[in-house]
């Protein structure tokens, strides 16, 4: 009476599911060693128990090179096939690109005013709206950078007036603890800069000359006023003047 066929399915019981376990691993390993010997084939086996054990055969001299040469058959046509696609799609991609930088020249040298023949009338009218628009924006950017600039500049001069006013007041105190009198005279100090100061009357001494332009030589203008400069008259002792002709 034949053996009956096993229906395949997971062994409950733990004792006779190792002993299936180990009768089938050493079948197995025996199958393959005699398949290696028998066919002169390069043969790897690899088997993890339930619980993580390794068991392993290779008819080879090492298990990583016949890995090895599993990897370079199974995953070598991918990869050589890989870069193909890769390069095509590169390409697609530059020739996206080229197309749209070509497309920005074009349209920076017609805002330049260059190329302008093949424009039909519609795509001029648009060329000149868009660089309306692009005239009003950058006025109002300058506009509004010159405004700025003007509010820094304002907050400048009141930080610089306030600074001012802080230094009068400092300088006041000074003046006032020592009895000295500020050189705008206590007014607005801003008033001080820039007037004359005036001059004592004893500063300017009054000339006396001979209106009369002589030309040539006079023996008896001469004389006269050798004799005016030996005895000046009592009048100008007494007031300190001299003749403009001796100082």
Request: with cysteine; charged share 25%.
């Amino acid at each position: 009476m034949g053996r009956g066929r096993v229906e395949l399915k997971r062994i409950e019981n733990k004792i006779n599911r190792q002993v299936t376990f180990a009768k089938r691993r050493n079948g197995l390993l025996k199958k393959a060693y005699e398949l290696s010997v028998l066919c002169d084939a390069e043969v790897a086996l690899i088997i993890f128990s339930n619980r993580g054990k390794l068991y392993e055969f290779c008819s080879s001299s090492s298990m990583l090179k016949t890995l090895d040469r599993y990897q370079k058959c199974s995953y070598g046509s991918v990869e050589v096939n890989k870069p193909s696609k890769e390069l095509e799609n590169a390409y697609r991609e530059y020739l996206k690109l080229k197309g749209r930088f070509e497309a920005l020249q074009r349209t920076q040298r017609n805002l330049m005013g260059e190329d302008l023949g093949p424009l039909n009338s519609k795509e001029l009218e648009q060329l000149e709206r868009q660089l309306e628009a692009s005239l009003k924006h950058i006025r109002s950017t300058k506009t509004q950078c010159m405004l700025d600039q003007l509010s820094d500049l304002q907050n400048k001069e009141q930080s610089l007036m306030e600074a001012n006013r802080a230094l009068t007041l400092k300088l006041d105190e000074v003046c006032a603890r020592n009895n000295l009198r500020p050189p705008w005279g206590g007014g607005d100090p801003s008033m001080a800069y820039g007037q004359p100061h005036p001059q004592p009357q004893e500063f300017f001494q009054p000339l006396e000359c001979n209106p009369t332009l002589q030309i040539g030589y006079d023996a008896g203008g001469s004389d006269q006023m050798n004799t005016s400069a030996a005895t000046p008259n009592a009048s100008q002792q007494a007031n300190g003047f001299l003749p403009g002709w001796m100082l």
